[in-house]
């Protein structure tokens, strides 16, 4: 499914290694570590080595690919299990002699089944965040029984239209003073915002953002 280019994605088009400025020469094998985050959670997920390869195929192909020390090749994150590390943003510290990447996890990333590599479930101390990772994890991996897989194959236009009926039952509800029928209508209206916002390939910081420049 293809998704709307978002403001990462476009630096990432623009990225080459020279703009990295990456040091590889400070270190006699050619490697670097390069530190995976994600983007939405900002959990550090694994580590990593790159040499100028690596992060030549990570750059052109959008998907993190280190160089394997124990395989000593190439090794593209989640070329057997599926669970890619699909890059938004790229980095460098300020000694030039580590990469930080900004990813969005497609799965578990540690080999072991976890959220990461240091045992830390991947979610966000904000719960909205969390959210926004599980319906994007619906939209990708389309779990059966799952209402919000079940929006995302309707298409943008039903659930465009379901946003329109949560919103109509918000105002119905506002008039009236039971307090729990709002709140459950207003947070029926929020959820499937943030499902509109998934479909087109958006997340709700990319609105903050919007509203930031506003406010200024």
Known sequence: MNETVTQQQ????????TDL?????????????????DIHTRRVLMLGY??????????????????????QRLWMKGEE???????????TDCDQDAILVKVRPLGAVCHTGADTCFNEPNVSDNFLEHLE????DRKHRRPENSYTARLFAQGINRIAQKLGEEAVE??????DDNEELFLNEAADLLYH????LAAK???LNDVIEVLKKRHH
């Open 133 to 136: 990772n599980v319906i994007r």
């Open 50 to 71: 790159m040499n100028r390869e690596a992060l030549d195929r990570t750059i052109k192909d959008k998907r993190v690919t280190f160089y394997s020390r124990s395989k």
């Open 10 to 17: 476009r630096v990432m088009q623009e990225f080459t290694e």
């Open 201 to 203: 390939g958006y997340v």
């Open 170 to 175: 918000v105002v119905i509800e506002a008039k």
């Open 81 to 91: 299990s599926g669970h890619l590390l699909m890059v938004e943003e790229i980095r």
């Open 21 to 37: 400025q990456i040091n590889f020469d400070k270190f006699p094998d050619g490697l670097v570590p390069a530190i995976i985050q």
């Open 193 to 196: 915002y943030l499902v509109l």
